[in-house]
């Protein structure tokens, strides 16, 4: 009896008891290892929660995108056709825009042409200072700001260019663009023996596309006028018109295209008529220059009706 009332008391101990006595029970354990299980699911489903929040992060705009294109899958393929051109034909504006206003620059050269030893240089530095200045050929582009005499206080590039004929074509390609005004200087006192001469460059200047399509204005200087023998600016109009008509004549075999251009090169005046310069799409004007002057060294140039010419620019 006495050993049933023993295993009674023990079974009737707190569990405290029981563990302070070196009792033993599962069932503490067993809820623990739940606990360890559910803590353990409880993290992983937070973590996966906390990928989902780091991909949403990544890719903010992928449901928009998903759902742009589902949409663009349900449209109508004609449609979608439509906005594509739509699209093509603005971009394609814009582009034709741009480089229309962007084509449209600002000319502000004034470009001193013409053969060797007409001149130019020394019209060069009677424009800028007003002083005579000894020259030589030129091998080489000369060029200084030019304030034209008007009250607008304009300023132009005034450039001048070598005159042998070697070295023409290159210069003038690389200013022909920036020419607001062509100054062509002709030597008065030996026209007779260089028209043929100054007629050629004349011509393939004028027929330049670039120049023909941009206009700038044309100022034919008959230079060296305080020579006895000079010709005159009207006379040397007719002449170089004459001549140029034969050049048109002869050179027209090479204009094959309806609207007279071929190769870049453009059909001089109007067709069925003689050559005149007022057949040019630019303004052309003659007159009569001096660069050395009447009085020689110390005395000043006779070049005001070409500065009045590039005042009116």
Request: include cysteine; proline fraction near 3%.
């Amino acid at each position: 009896m006495n050993g049933d009332v023993l295993a009674g008391s023990a079974a009737c101990r707190p569990l405290w008891l029981l563990k302070a006595s070196g009792g033993r029970r599962r069932v503490p354990s067993q809820i623990s290892f739940n606990g360890l299980m559910e803590a353990d699911s409880t993290g992983a489903n937070m973590g996966e929660k906390a990928e989902t929040d780091v991909e949403m992060t990544e890719n903010p705009f992928e449901p928009y995108i998903e759902s742009l294109r589902q949409q663009v899958e349900d449209q109508d393929p004609v449609f979608l056709i439509g906005v594509i051109v739509a699209l093509a034909a603005v971009i394609i504006t814009c582009v034709f825009l741009k480089y229309f206003l962007t084509s449209k620059t600002v000319r502000t050269a004034v470009l001193l042409v013409g053969l060797c030893d007409s001149g130019k240089t020394l019209l060069f530095s009677r424009l800028l200072s007003g002083k005579f200045k000894r020259t030589q050929t030129s091998i080489t582009d000369s060029s200084a700001p030019y304030k034209a005499k008007n009250d607008r206080g304009s300023t132009w590039t005034l450039i001048d260019l070598p005159g042998h004929d070697s070295l023409r074509p290159q210069y003038l390609e690389k200013f022909k663009s920036a020419a607001r005004a062509i100054v062509f200087v002709v030597d008065s006192a030996i026209f007779q023996k260089e028209v043929r001469d100054v007629a050629e460059f004349l011509y393939v200047l004028l027929t330049d596309a670039v120049i023909s399509r941009n206009a700038p204005a044309l100022v034919v200087a008959c230079n060296k006028q305080d020579i006895t023998m000079a010709k005159s600016s009207k006379l040397i109009q007719q002449q170089l018109e004459k001549e140029m008509n034969t050049l048109r004549v002869t050179r027209s075999a090479a204009l094959s295209s309806q609207d007279g251009s071929v190769g870049g090169s453009l059909y001089l005046g109007k067709k069925g008529k003689d050559f005149e310069f007022s057949q040019l799409p630019m303004k052309v004007e003659f007159l009569e220059c001096s660069a050395r002057g009447c009085k020689g060294e110390d005395g000043k140039a006779d070049i005001e009706g070409l500065e009045n010419s590039l005042a009116k620019l």
